[in-house]
């Protein structure tokens, strides 16, 4: 059984940057792909970003590639989010997930 708390969320102008955190408790943090999902208003829930075990492999949607970086450190079960040039567009529930495991999703709005 895994646990995930995000934290990060707010509000911020279009341009802006947010750092993410997804904290894991449980076991096995470390041997898992740790991935963030989003959800804008009326909208189905899309990926964002994935990266693996160690950190040396990662994905992004293409409407994040090269704003959003996704990274993690294992001995603080911690996987983080940092999204810089923010959009209108990013405006979403951003959620944490691991294997089947999901959290409670932290809010951005980005305002323009």
């Known amino acids: 059984q895994v646990q995930l708390v995000e934290s990060g969320g707010g509000l911020v102008q279009a341009g802006g940057s947010l750092k993410l955190s997804c904290v894991a408790s449980?076991?096995?943090?470390?041997?898992?792909?740790m991935g963030w999902f989003r959800q804008a208003p009326g909208k189905e829930r899309e990926f964002t970003a994935a990266?693996?075990?160690?950190?040396?492999?990662?994905l992004y949607a293409v409407s994040v590639e090269g704003r959003f970086t996704i990274a993690r450190d294992n001995a603080k079960n911690t996987v983080y989010l940092q999204m810089n040039s923010l959009r209108p567009e990013d405006t979403a529930v951003y959620f944490c997930?691991?294997?089947?495991?999901w959290g409670q999703g932290t809010k951005v709005t980005v305002s323009t």
């Open positions: 990266i693996s075990w160690s950190g040396g492999s990662t």
């Open positions: 997930k691991t294997e089947e495991f």
């Open positions: 449980g076991n096995g943090f470390s041997n898992f792909y």
